[in-house]
């Protein structure tokens, strides 16, 4: 059975940083893509970013030069870290694993706040 549990999120100033992780058991992650999503209050949920088993990246325009998604095979684990936050990154943070079969697992998501 796939899950996924992030870690890492809380309250913090604007300007600050962060580092979520989320670590995976019941399977690798070296296969497939690796995101993090994010859902405020009253919208939809978004990506935030992603990362594909060759390493190639994917950012939001919003978050774009100030977080940073990475992954450690090994650990089964991937990261995001994240600067400069603003007031607009406060969210619920999930991370997701795209298996290479098409399925998208969900972790249970780690609250970020950002205080202006």
């Known amino acids: 059975q796939v899950q996924l549990m992030e870690s890492g999120g809380g309250l913090v100033q604007a300007g600050g940083s962060l580092r979520l992780s989320c670590t995976a058991s019941g399977t690798i992650i070296s296969i497939g893509t690796m995101a993090w999503h994010r859902q405020a209050p009253g919208k939809q949920r978004e990506l935030v970013a992603d990362?594909?088993?060759?390493?190639?990246?994917n950012y939001a325009d919003s978050v774009k030069g100030r977080f940073t998604i990475s992954k450690d095979n090994a650990k089964k684990t991937a990261y995001l870290q994240m600067s400069s936050l603003k007031s607009e990154d406060t969210a619920v943070y999930f991370c997701?694993?795209?298996?290479?079969?098409?399925?998208?697992?969900w972790g249970q998501g780690t609250q970020v706040t950002v205080s202006s």
């Open positions: 997701a694993w795209i298996a290479p079969y098409g399925r998208t697992y």
């Open positions: 990362i594909t088993v060759n390493g190639r990246t």
